[in-house]
């Protein structure tokens, strides 16, 4: 039997990854140093944890098109810059990673947290050179400089991702482990 999300048990089951990845979301919107803000570890944490289902989608991306539209009105005006479709399908890239992750080894959960970033830098700045006004010829070699240039970013997002993803993953495979161990310690 699967436990519902209105179950006790199902919504024991829920509680851990929803509030991690509202802790991600919440954490966007605050002060920051430049780039480490864990967007690809929200998404693949919501795919990891919350599957395939309506809840894997709606919570990353709320939280997603509410900050954007917060951070991009206060920095030019506008609800929404059109660059940004791209990093949302690298978003909806790594959800699906962490859905298939999801239902694997620890290894594979493992590997998608330390791999998400990596997918997101390639799939943005592709997005960024192909842009028809992006500043990068379309060739061979304006894509390497597009990704050169992008290295100082790249930097940020690992940390936020990994720092993020790590941590999310540790809590939410960890802690249900640690309570029986906890209890015991109690009543011993």
């Known amino acids: 039997m699967v436990d519902s999300a209105s179950s006790p048990a199902g919504f024991r089951r829920l509680a851990l990854p929803v509030a991690a990845i509202l802790a991600i979301a919440l954490y966007r919107l605050a002060p920051h140093p430049w780039n480490v803000a864990p967007v690809s570890a929200l998404f693949l944490l919501s795919g ?3 599957g395939r289902g309506w809840r894997a989608w709606l919570l990353p991306f709320a939280a997603v098109l509410v900050s954007d539209a917060l951070v991009y009105y206060r920095w030019n005006g506008t609800l929404f810059e059109a660059g940004r ?99 015991a310690a109690r009543s011993a």
């Open 48 to 50: 990891l944890y919350l």
């Open 85 to 183: 479709l791209w990093d949302y399908g690298a978003f909806a890239l790594i959800l699906l990673i962490g859905a298939w992750a999801g239902r694997r080894v620890f290894a594979w959960r493992l590997g998608s947290v330390l791999s998400a970033p990596v997918v997101f830098y390639l799939i943005s700045n592709f997005g960024v050179w192909a842009a028809p006004h992006g500043g990068y010829p379309h060739t061979l070699g304006g894509l390497a400089a597009c990704y050169l240039a992008a290295i100082p970013f790249f930097q940020g997002t690992l940390a936020g991702d990994w720092i993020f993803g790590l941590s999310g993953l540790a809590a939410i495979e960890g802690l249900p482990k640690l309570r029986p161990a906890l209890r």
